[in-house]
DNA sequence: AAATCGGGGAA
DNA sequence: TTCCCAGATTT
């Protein structure tokens, strides 16, 4: 750096910040729902529905949650059904049983006003060190370091660092250029123009370096590496799994439907009854605690992805005799795990989207008649 | 450090 | 199809 460049920096102070809050100030989003009204409440129930999920994909969900929930007090005093209801449809549900328990502590540990401290915020579930540094900075305009994917993706690419976002020592050293380039004033906008960079500008394919606010200064543009940073870990082939689902019908038009308990997908949702591929009907039959069970129609097989695996789902659409009553006074027969539902009244459950699609379908489609068509076929 | 958790949307 | 997105928690 010659004098003249070192006066002008000492003078106008072009910095890493003041570039990045210019930028927001003409081109930053401002309009998003959680913009608006802003408070602590309102900003935590935003960031952990943004963990691993897009804007677009949030915006209707946040919109219907806070009609629902509008303070911590709604929240907290909810049931976690009808908390997971509100989440139906939006995956890792972990993060809504999670944001059910850290309202019940905030209310206990923070009556009067939600904590301005990353500290105090990380100590709760669900929360760690970068929604805490969001929810501070915007809520309360102060600085914390936030870092997600998108503002990894600037940092690494500005400084060109090797390594995968992933790993912990690169993640180390992205805290430790953050801190350094925090601004003390606008936290709130400073946090909001870092990811907006990263979400418009910056993205993962075909960033728009020219438009770049910092574009001077970036090593991987000057070095035309932008498309290769940050660097992709090699990744392993996932599973294809397959499972039948019982849809079981009574005489009194309802429909079983099981909450799943203690197992690490889906908990606490509303299930059909599950069919492993090495359980035989009889087993079923024991497992939904029913005496009479008739195979009406087995429905297409649909397959469903996730992240880590694909499932294979055949619907099994069955009927039993049994009496209501005579199921109820089995004595394993817990209401708070099985229940019967009319498919005529839209239930208050937090149900999965397969298993959400899969009802919908079932409430447009005459069951009876495949029950009378069945039995007719049966019988000739 | 690696695995795990869901679903949407872009290309 | 494949990839990845306002990550956190468990193993």
């Excluded at 809504?96 to 990353?118: G, I, S």
């Amino acid at each position: 750096m010659n004098k003249l460049e070192k006066m002008n920096d000492e003078h106008h102070a072009e910095t890493f910040s003041s570039k990045i809050l210019k930028w927001f100030n003409q081109h930053g989003r401002t309009h998003l729902p959680w913009q608006q009204q802003i408070t602590p409440y309102r900003v935590w129930v935003s960031e952990i529905m943004l963990q691993q999920t897009q804007v677009s994909t949030v915006i209707p969900y946040f919109l219907k949650f806070m009609s629902a929930f509008p303070v911590l007090e709604a929240l907290a005093g909810a049931s976690i059904d009808d908390v997971l209801f509100y989440w139906s449809g939006l995956g890792y549900y972990s993060r809504a049983r999670n944001l059910h328990l850290a309202a019940q502590k905030l209310q206990t540990l923070y009556p009067n006003e939600l904590p301005k401290e990353v500290e105090q915020w990380v100590q709760l579930p669900g929360i760690g060190l970068s929604t805490a540094g969001a929810i501070v900075s915007i809520s309360f305009d102060l600085p914390a370091i936030v870092l997600d994917g998108n503002i990894k993706r600037v940092l690494i690419r500005h400084f060109l660092l090797p390594g995968y976002p992933e790993q912990a020592a690169l993640k180390k050293q992205l805290y430790s250029i953050a801190a350094t380039l925090l601004p003390q004033l606008n936290g709130r906008n400073y946090s909001q123009a870092m990811m907006d960079l990263g979400a418009m500008i910056c993205t993962k394919r075909e960033p728009k370096c020219t438009e770049c606010p910092i574009q001077t200064n970036c090593q991987a543009y000057i070095q035309h590496l932008q498309t290769q940073y940050p660097m992709v870990k090699p990744k392993k082939p996932i599973p294809k799994l397959s499972a039948k689902w019982l849809i079981l019908l009574n005489k009194h038009h309802e429909i079983l439907i099981q909450k799943v308990i203690d197992l690490k997908l889906w908990n606490q949702l509303w299930v059909f009854p599950e069919w492993p591929a090495d359980k035989t009907m009889k087993d079923m039959r024991i497992q939904c605690q029913v005496n009479t069970l008739l195979i009406l129609k087995k429905l297409p097989v649909f397959r469903h992805h996730f992240t880590h695996f694909s499932l294979d789902i055949e619907p099994i659409f069955a009927f039993t005799e049994d009496q209501l009553s005579k199921i109820e006074q089995n004595q394993q027969w817990d209401s708070t795990q099985w229940r019967w539902v009319s498919l005529n009244q839209p239930i208050h459950l937090g149900m999965p989207l397969p298993v959400k699609k899969l009802w919908v379908q079932l409430v447009q489609t005459d069951l009876s008649s495949i029950r009378h068509q069945a039995i007719k076929e049966a019988i000739q």
